[in-house]
């Protein structure tokens, strides 16, 4: 792979493979013009030559002309899609519902309950041979009475059931949230146009529509959907930053570097182009197929076998004479860890690792421990049960195994068996899974509503435990919208919009015509799109910040600018980055010549000679004056975060027309309008929301490309720093400088110096962002790893958002990429849905946590009972199929009613529980047993003296066949009844003395345990031989019931008992420690504990690779490439 340029062409689906020499007619083929568009500058200048002649050459050979460009024929057009391809990146293939079953299927706690159901199921059918013999011994004692032996396929089946159900509900979940995503996706691709020349008329076409030989009109603020070569152009500059991550604007031009690509932005000037290579075909294309074809690429490889390394080596040496820098770029990659670490992608790719959250770490862990136990006491069930009856027959009654009762003694251990398969069913909460997935799949719903659209559902949980956001400013802390907040006009300073009376018309006037004219005609204010909205900004940014304050004003620009339309303009200096202004000439009435000028203040203040006073008459502007002005309007505006920009004009009389060509003689002895000072204001929720999250322990820190002043500014008006406090305020080029050593290289000690005091990163670039987010992620320095969020909207935040732990991509302002890498959408691009996602989070941990309270109760209860039952009664009190009423019904219903508590606020008061914060505090050991300790007391009591007390028979040891017992069946309703009311108390779990606390506001949960309530009640009623049941009288029923209703008074009793004092409490349920890895795991790379690998790292690293490829000249040209290190 190591010639990028010529394997890149692998990539693809290749339906484009019809090109003969020459496809089509077409004088190009598709792999020319591919090969054409990989190279920059000068040399992609000369192979056009050497090819083609010109640029006009190129268009020939595609059929098309540069200035009339296609005939608008429908079958042309076709043509053209057929050979080199359609405006199109396909999506990546959604898994398939089977394929999301299959992945459900894999967790392992589901794995256990699937081996112990057949098991149970497989014995229920089991019938053994041979009748039974006064000479085998006493046969009948204990045996199953035939309701329970029909019913025994129940269990095993009923598991299986809620098996299903959990996978189902999964894969149902992940399918649904896969659609929407894409339907988002359509929605968008639909919305956008791009113009081009059609039989010579301009036309709007969609996107997609555009075809290979197509001319192109290209402006200001376009942003480029498919590569091509430039026709022609005034003055273009392109932000190629979104494919190589350079800041700096790189200038076009017809006879320099005529290369345009896809998905790079137009800052300034226009022009035409030939479009030369479409959808998977374009450089964004190409990247795009990388970050998807990451699993294709395995397959193919583990195919091709070994025979790849020598092919590998070779395309290395054969790229080294190709090009000197794209082999230096690729280098590092192959290097000895490059090497092994491809070797052991190669391994891994086959088997489909998705990687772990937190919470299902700690979860099959768990699952595992709990497991554990369950086979223990099971085993010791079976054990006990087969030496009491083995000493009790052979020993006691002194018998001697005789051959024919064989089958018969074989009958009895199967049935011990069945016994202990119970007990490790009972001890298995099969719950867990279910109240995780309904969990999770509520919290995404309701997450929509509050505009996070969730890709990956680990990231809604893993949100909860978030330490440290990295938030970009523009957009997201602040509206995207630039406004003019201060003005210096007539001598005054406004520190708001001035009332247009308080103005002198003359001042006015000028000021009106000085914005409207000396700005691009494309940028517009627009009214808004629905009620209520605001109004919508066209074109540059801080133009519509000065058009908008001629609105502000109760002016309009419109009527100005159709008085003097674009083409009567007499000469435009365009704004660029050299000049940082903008001059437009306009010829006077009488003859002379009128020039507007606007730009940075600093540059333009220098060329002012004279300034308006308030009457709007001039008075000198001396150097003195200057000096004094930048002291007192400017410094102050800036310390506010505002850009200040200067506004003036100029006349020339018609006698003395200038050079025009000399702009320095041109834009000189000005004439000062005003100033103003534009900002990007900060959204009014912000502030409150960063507060929420540093009450809550989350430390935000603001990663932006802006100056460090204005930074600094917004960060303090957001809150992110406050006087007083220790922070860092850093530009990219000082935050490099500290963190790298001598040569070079990134060293995780000096980082672990910088990021905790860290706020804010200014003037940064996307590889700084990648390397803060992955710093902070890999160090060790605190008490636990952090947990890390990043915002990103540009095709260069990808791999930060990728490497973070949650990649918030922007779902209006974000490119494709970002959204792509990213594993929940804002649809609103706002702070504040972050801070609700954190509160969505931390509410799905809790409500795990509060099933798993109240499961394990349960468990625990059941357990005891049934093993102790089956040792001393050698038989259940609780039967299998009552046992299942308890185990999956309160299981499943109970998931969903604790599983669906709404979050409240003081979610946010807590700080985040972290990595190996176990899932079972201390606390919720202390309720699990001491609830467990009264339901026992409860059950054993009622076990062996509870005939006495309701005057009732007994029902241990009854005889074989006989009908259900109302003793037995009180033991199971007082059960079922302090489960109902344990239940209550489980909504909480901080050890809160109102259990009742907001559970109107959860109709689910009080739908559910009054729901609960009804079944048991007719199956306690009605519920006859298969639920060995009797009837209970109403005396009975209230004496169920009030035992009940003790759980909630004991819940009281319990949580006055200090967990302070319950020293001897363990935790349970750690996330997976350090220290417990083995060797193997660790060999395997970090991405255990790591899970922003989730698409294997293949795709990282062809994203890398397509990267760089793009990088090679512009940027990183000194640096040895990519250390492999870099990539995680």
């Not at 006491?377 to 009856?389: E, G, P, Q, R």
């Amino acid at each position: 792979m190591g010639d990028m340029a010529n394997s890149s062409i692998e990539f693809h689906p290749k339906p484009q493979q019809r090109e003969a020499p020459h496809a089509g007619g077409f004088g190009c083929t598709l792999a020319e013009l591919r090969s054409l568009m990989e190279l920059r500058g000068a040399e992609a200048l000369q192979k056009v030559q050497e090819a083609y002649g010109d640029v006009s050459g190129l268009c020939r050979r595609l059929k098309t002309s540069p200035t009339e460009g296609l005939a608008d024929n429908a079958s042309d057009l076709e043509k053209r899609r057929q050979i080199y391809g359609q405006n199109f990146i396909p999506p990546k293939q959604p898994k398939t519902f089977l394929q999301l079953v299959w992945e459900a299927l894999q967790d392992v706690t589901l794995i256990i309950l699937e081996v112990a159901a057949i098991v149970s199921l497989g014995l229920s059918f089991y019938a053994p041979p041979g009748e039974e013999s006064e000479a085998c011994g006493n046969v009948s004692a204990g045996a199953e009475d035939e309701g329970e032996a029909e019913a025994g396929w129940i269990e095993g089946a009923a598991i299986l059931l809620s098996v299903i159900c959990v996978v189902l509900v999964t894969a149902f979940n992940d399918w649904s949230k896969e659609k929407q995503f894409r339907g988002l996706q359509s929605r968008i691709e639909q919305e956008q146009k791009f113009t081009v020349i059609r039989n010579g008329q301009l036309l709007q076409v969609p996107v997609a529509a555009l075809v290979v030989g197509d001319i192109a009109q290209v402006k200001y603020g376009d942003l480029l959907p498919a590569d091509g070569v430039l026709i022609q152009g005034n003055d273009l500059k392109i932000d190629e930053s979104s494919l190589t991550g350079e800041s700096d604007h790189v200038r076009k031009s017809a006879d320099k570097d005529p290369m345009l690509l896809s998905g790079t932005h137009v800052m300034e000037g226009s022009g035409r182009m030939v479009v030369t290579a479409v959808g998977v075909n374009s450089q964004t294309g190409i990247i795009f197929t990388l970050l998807g074809a990451g699993g294709e690429e395995e397959e193919k490889k583990d195919k091709k076998g070994k025979q790849q390394d020598g092919a590998m080596e070779s395309s290395q040496t054969k790229a080294k004479k190709q090009d000197g820098a794209v082999a230096m770029e690729m280098q590092p990659l192959k290097s000895a860890e490059g090497g092994e670490m491809e070797e052991r992608e190669k391994k891994k790719a086959n088997v489909p690792k998705k990687e772990k959250s937190v919470l299902q770490g700690k979860l099959t862990k768990l699952a595992v421990q709990i497991g554990k136990a369950g086979l223990v006491m099971s085993a010791i069930t079976v054990i006990i049960l087969v030496l009491y009856f083995v000493i009790d027959t052979f020993v006691v009654e002194g018998r001697v195994w005789l051959a024919e009762c064989t089958p018969v003694y074989v009958q009895y251990f199967v049935k011990f068996f069945i016994i202990g398969v119970t007990v490790l069913v009972v001890a298995v909460p099969e719950g867990l899974p279910l109240a995780v997935t309904i969990s999770l799949a509520y919290s995404v719903k309701k997450m929509m509503k509050d505009n996070n659209l969730v890709r990956h559902l680990d990231a809604c949980e893993t949100m909860g435990n978030a330490t440290a956001i990295c938030s970009d400013k523009t957009g997201t802390l602040t509206t995207n919208r630039m406004t003019v907040v201060q003005s210096y006009l007539g001598d005054t300073h406004y520190k708001e919009i001035p009332a247009p009376s308080a103005l002198t018309p003359k001042i006015l006037d000028l000021l009106v015509h000085a914005i409207s004219i000396n700005s691009a005609y494309t940028t517009k204010i627009l009214p808004p799109e629905k009620e209520g909205a605001l109004p919508r900004q066209v074109g540059n940014k801080t133009e519509c910040a000065l058009l908008g304050f001629i609105l502000d004003l109760k002016r309009d620009f419109q009527p100005v600018r159709e008085q003097i339309p674009e083409d009567k303009l007499y000469k435009v200096y365009t704004f660029n980055s050299v000049r940082k202004s903008m001059s437009t000439v306009i010829r006077m009435p009488d003859g002379g010549f009128r020039l507007f000028s606007k730009g940075a203040s600093e540059i333009l203040l220098k060329k002012c000679t004279n300034i308006l006073n308030s009457n709007g008459e001039l008075r000198g502007f001396r150097p003195r004056d200057r000096d004094d002005m930048v002291k007192k309007i400017i410094e102050p505006m800036a310390c506010d975060g505002l850009r200040t920009i200067c506004i003036a004009y100029r006349d020339f009389s018609a006698t003395q027309e200038p050079d025009w060509d000399n702009e320095n003689e041109v834009v000189g002895d000005l004439t000062c309008i005003a100033v103003v000072g534009i900002e990007d204001p900060v959204r009014p929720e912000v502030p409150e929301a960063i507060r929420k999250c540093q009450r809550a322990g989350i430390t935000v820190r603001m990663v932006t490309g802006d100056n460090i002043n204005t930074a600094r500014a917004i960060a303090a008006k957001c809150g992110i720093i406050q006087p007083g406090e220790d922070f860092l305020c850093l530009e990219g080029k000082e935050f490099n400088r500290r963190i790298r050593n001598e040569k070079g290289e990134i060293e995780q000690e000096r980082l672990d110096k910088v990021w905790p005091k860290l706020r804010v990163l200014a003037r940064s670039s996307p590889t700084d962002k990648h390397t803060l987010v992955k710093g902070i992620i890999d160090s060790t320095t605190g008490e636990q790893r952090q947990v890390v969020a990043v915002t990103g909207d540009g095709t260069n935040d990808g791999p930060a958002l990728k490497k973070a732990d949650v990649g918030f991509a922007m779902g209006i302002a974000g490119t494709d990429v970002a959204k792509e890498a990213s594993d929940i959408i804002l649809t609103d691009d706002n702070f504040t849905s972050i801070v609700k996602a954190v509160m969505w989070g931390r509410n799905v941990y809790d409500s795990i946590s509060k099933f798993l309270q109240f499961q394990l109760t349960v468990n625990v209860v059941a357990v005891i009972v049934a093993f102790t039952g089956a040792c001393i009664t050698q038989d259940s009190p609780l039967k299998a199929v009552q046992m299942l009423w308890v185990n999956l019904i309160m299981d499943t219903f109970a998931s969903l009613a604790l599983a669906t508590e709404p979050p409240t606020e003081s979610l946010l008061l807590r700080k985040p529980y972290g990595r190996d914060k176990p899932l079972i505090s201390r606390t919720m050991m202390k309720n699990i047993l001491g609830h467990a300790v009264y339901q026992l007391t409860i059950i054993f009591t009622l076990l062996f003296v509870g005939e006495l007390f309701f005057d009732i028979d007994s029902g241990r040891n009854a005889p074989l066949h006989s009908p259900p017992s109302e003793h037995y069946t009180i033991i199971f309703n007082t059960f079922v009844m302090m489960q109902l009311f344990n239940e209550i108390n489980a909504r909480k779990i901080h050890g809160e003395r109102n259990v009742f606390h907001g559970i109107f506001g959860n109709p689910i949960f009080c739908t559910i345990v009054l729901g609960t309530f009804a079944i048991q009640i007719v199956i306690v009623q009605f519920g006859g031989k298969p639920f060995s049941c009797s009837p209970l009288s109403t005396e009975q029923w209230l004496w169920c019931l009030f035992v009940g209703v003790g759980e909630l008074v004991w819940g009281q009793v319990i949580a006055t008992i200090p967990t302070s004092q319950l020293k001897c409490l363990k935790e349970a349920g750690h996330g997976p420690g350090k220290d417990e890895m083995t060797d193997e795991e660790l060999a395997e790379g970090e991405e255990e504990i790591d899970h922003a690998e989730r698409e294997l790292r293949r795709g990282q690293i062809l994203w890398f690779r397509g990267l760089n490829r793009i990088q090679t000249q512009v940027c990183w040209g000194g640096k040895k490439g990519l250390k492999t290190t870099d990539l995680g």
